[in-house]
């Protein structure tokens, strides 16, 4: 039964991911994304070490320090390159870049390093879900293709596909709380300069504690916590696929709260991307019902 709620972690840490864009939007003026970054970090580290020490799940031993740091790397490399790629080529282009090219980067790295084919169902989800991508963002701006924010774009995916393949290792041999806990603390420790090189007044408002929490507890903590927990039964080229649906949260929040226009092909791509993502949970659901039913016939 575990195994089978393992993708329903990893949509739900999606969802939650989801809402940074609402958060952001709802943000003062005067924070600026990066900077947004790596409170993000910080309040998410602080708040899963806390958890960790309340229940008493901190283990040192036997712990991988290589293989944490360089999971650790990823992660506090991965928001600086979302964030000036969204800036210098935009949200679509450097969205749709970021996001899509990390399920193929991840699928890819699996191939290549650990010898794990990608199954049909998996290139046929995650095909239809970038698909979706492209038709969701790509009429929301003009185009503005600049290469150093393509190459930022990718650099972005590729370290959500490493964090992700790390990550996968190590909650095989140590607890999801604990190691969400050590990678995000690190993280949040190589991303400690940004805080002192944009301006953090903004912090001190209402609004900015408000959104500090909620991205560092809600979308940060428990959202990456989830999708640790997931990793332990789906692989992790599944898993950052099932991730695309963060865009598809994204993109209902900003109309449902936001008052956002999605016009048809907008609408086409939330489509394809349910489609997407439904395809690749439904053997999830097919061997629980096999499951289910041989333990009655027996």
């Known amino acids: 039964m575990k195994g089978n709620l393992s993708p329903l972690f990893i949509l739900l840490a999606a969802i939650l991911w989801g809402t940074t864009g609402t958060t952001q939007a709802l943000a003062p003026e005067t924070a600026h994304p990066i900077a947004i970054g790596a409170t993000r970090l910080a309040v998410g580290g602080m708040f899963l070490v806390l958890i960790v020490l309340l229940i008493g799940q901190f283990d040192f031993k036997h712990w991988p320090i290589k293989t944490t740091v360089l999971a650790s790397l990823s992660m506090a490399l991965y928001q600086p390159l979302f964030f000036s790629a969204v800036s210098i080529t935009g949200v679509a282009i450097g969205t749709v870049?970021?996001?899509?090219s990390a399920p193929i980067l991840s699928g890819l790295i699996e191939w290549l390093y650990l010898k794990i084919r990608p199954s049909k169902v998996w290139w046929c989800s995650t095909f239809l879900s970038i698909v979706g991508c492209l038709l969701l963002f790509g009429n929301k701006e003009s185009v503005n293709a600049d290469p150093v924010g393509i190459i930022m774009a990718l650099g972005a995916g590729l370290?959500?596909?490493?964090?992700?393949?790390?990550?996968?290792?190590l909650v095989e041999s140590h607890s999801s709380l604990s190691v969400v806990a050590v990678v995000f603390t690190l993280s949040a420790v190589l991303l400690s300069p940004f805080l002192f090189i944009f301006d953090m007044s903004?912090?001190?408002?209402?609004?900015?504690?408000?959104?500090?929490?909620q991205l560092g507890i809600?979308?940060?903590?428990?959202?990456?916590?989830?999708?640790?927990k997931g990793l332990i039964h789906v692989s992790s080229s599944t898993a950052v696929t099932l991730t695309l649906a963060e865009p598809l949260t994204a993109a209902l929040l900003g109309v449902f709260i936001l008052g956002?226009?999605?016009n048809i092909t907008s609408w086409g791509g939330i489509l394809f991307l349910i489609l997407g993502i439904g395809i690749l949970i439904w053997p999830f659901k097919s061997s629980s019902n096999e499951k289910e039913l041989s333990m009655i016939q027996k």
Do not use: K
């Not at 809600?218 to 640790?228: D, E, K, R, S, V």
């Open 260 to 262: 956002e226009y999605l």
């Open 97 to 100: 870049v970021a996001i899509g």
């Open 202 to 213: 903004w912090i001190m408002s209402f609004r900015g504690v408000g959104v500090s929490l």
């Open 159 to 169: 370290s959500f596909a490493i964090y992700a393949l790390i990550s996968r290792t």
């Open 218 to 228: 809600m979308a940060t903590g428990i959202a990456y916590f989830l999708f640790a």
